[in-house]
């Protein structure tokens, strides 16, 4: 009795082998229903170290063409199946596999990188952001990730261009970060903010921009917009203003400069500074800008 105990798993695994090579058969003869068939009866009897030979003949049946259920999602998600079961398997199963099955590492990872380039073909033929998203996050360790990568970013800008708003570019750079046209989106996006935002070329639109983007390379541009306009009365109070918002600008010393020459016209050189002084004061209890 215990002798048939023994030789039972033995005679189990050979049964099993079996069945998946005929499967194996089945599948390059392209008798689909035959190969589906016995994987389905194995599917549901098979011993555990068997498992990975069944989903490995599995994935070979849904990545055939011909076959009318050909699905490369669904030979990718066995292939894998396939692999963690077989690293699973101890050393020794693995090798009767070998043996058995010819299936290996390399066996697998032959499948594994066809089924890559399978799937890269189709979002290539697709060619939307969504196709190559899907690829990326799917096949994480594709060859063809990084062009995969280099095609979506791609896309992504051109949609963005083709929108050519700041929103858009906006959200090109905050989904992208790492894409090769951020510098393009970047130059862009601050084009369009500063002419979307002083579009009125009022002195208030300038103020506000400034308050909302104090870091635009279009600072300089908004600074001499206000400058312009604040001190085109030549007015001794909006020099001073100005000054005393724009502490940093480069047109401050200007503004400074106007503000000395004017008011020395008619006051005591001596009493600018303390004027001055005095004026800043005020406009900062009244809450200047201070930009």
Same mark, same amino acid.
């Given at each position: 009795?215990?002798?048939?105990?023994?030789? *039972?798993?033995?005679?189990?695994?050979?049964?099993?082998?079996?069945?998946?090579?005929?499967?194996?058969?089945?599948?390059?003869?392209?008798?689909?229903?035959?190969?589906?068939?016995? *994987? *389905?009866?194995?599917?549901?009897?098979?011993?555990?170290?068997?498992?990975?030979?069944?989903?490995?003949?599995?994935?070979?049946?849904?990545?055939?063409?011909?076959?009318? +259920?050909?699905?490369?999602?669904?030979?990718?998600?066995?292939?894998?199946?396939?692999?963690?079961?077989?690293?699973?398997?101890?050393?020794?199963?693995?090798?009767?596999?070998?043996?058995?099955?010819?299936?290996?590492?390399?066996?697998?990872?032959?499948?594994?990188?066809?089924?890559?380039?399978?799937?890269?073909?189709?979002?290539?033929?697709?060619?939307?952001?969504?196709?190559?998203?899907?690829?990326?996050?799917?096949?994480?360790?594709?060859?063809?990730?990084?062009?995969?990568?280099?095609?979506?970013?791609?896309?992504?800008?051109?949609?963005?261009?083709?929108?050519? &708003?700041?929103?858009?570019?906006?959200?090109?750079?905050? &989904?992208?970060?790492?894409?090769?046209?951020?510098? *393009?989106?970047?130059?862009?996006?601050?084009?369009?903010?500063? +002419?979307?935002?002083?579009?009125? =070329?009022?002195? +208030?639109?300038?103020?506000? @921009?400034?308050?909302? @983007?104090?870091?635009?390379?279009?600072?300089?541009?908004?600074?001499?917009?206000?400058?312009?306009?604040? &001190?085109?009365?030549?007015?001794?109070?909006?020099?001073?203003?100005?000054?005393?918002?724009?502490?940093?600008?480069?047109?401050?010393?200007?503004?400074?400069?106007?503000?000395?020459?004017?008011?020395?016209?008619?006051?005591?050189?001596?009493?600018?500074?303390?004027?001055?002084?005095?004026?800043?004061? &005020?406009?900062?209890?009244?809450? =200047?800008?201070?930009?």
């Amino acid at each position: 009795m215990r002798w048939w105990l023994a030789i *039972l798993p033995v005679f189990a695994f050979f049964i099993g082998c079996q069945s998946t090579r005929s499967a194996l058969k089945a599948i390059e003869d392209q008798q689909w229903e035959k190969a589906a068939s016995i *994987l *389905l009866q194995q599917s549901a009897n098979e011993k555990d170290s068997l498992f990975s030979g069944v989903y490995y003949a599995y994935s070979l049946l849904y990545a055939d063409s011909a076959y009318q +259920q050909y699905q490369i999602d669904s030979a990718y998600q066995y292939i894998l199946r396939a692999s963690q079961d077989f690293q699973a398997t101890p050393e020794k199963e693995q090798e009767k596999l070998a043996r058995a099955l010819s299936l290996s590492d390399s066996s697998l990872l032959r499948q594994k990188r066809r089924l890559d380039s399978l799937a890269f073909a189709r979002a290539t033929d697709q060619s939307t952001v969504t196709d190559y998203q899907y690829f990326i996050d799917q096949h994480t360790d594709a060859p063809q990730r990084e062009e995969a990568i280099l095609q979506r970013n791609q896309l992504a800008f051109d949609a963005a261009s083709q929108v050519d &708003t700041y929103q858009a570019y906006r959200e090109f750079l905050d &989904t992208y970060p790492q894409a090769a046209q951020v510098p *393009l989106a970047d130059e862009r996006y601050n084009t369009l903010v500063f +002419q979307s935002q002083t579009a009125t =070329g009022n002195l +208030q639109s300038y103020y506000q @921009f400034l308050e909302a @983007f104090p870091r635009s390379p279009y600072r300089p541009q908004a600074e001499q917009a206000i400058f312009q306009i604040s &001190t085109a009365d030549n007015q001794l109070a909006h020099y001073a203003r100005f000054a005393y918002d724009f502490p940093n600008s480069p047109l401050t010393r200007k503004a400074v400069n106007w503000l000395y020459h004017l008011y020395k016209v008619n006051h005591p050189v001596e009493c600018f500074f303390f004027e001055f002084t005095k004026q800043k004061k &005020t406009y900062k209890r009244e809450g =200047g800008r201070g930009l």
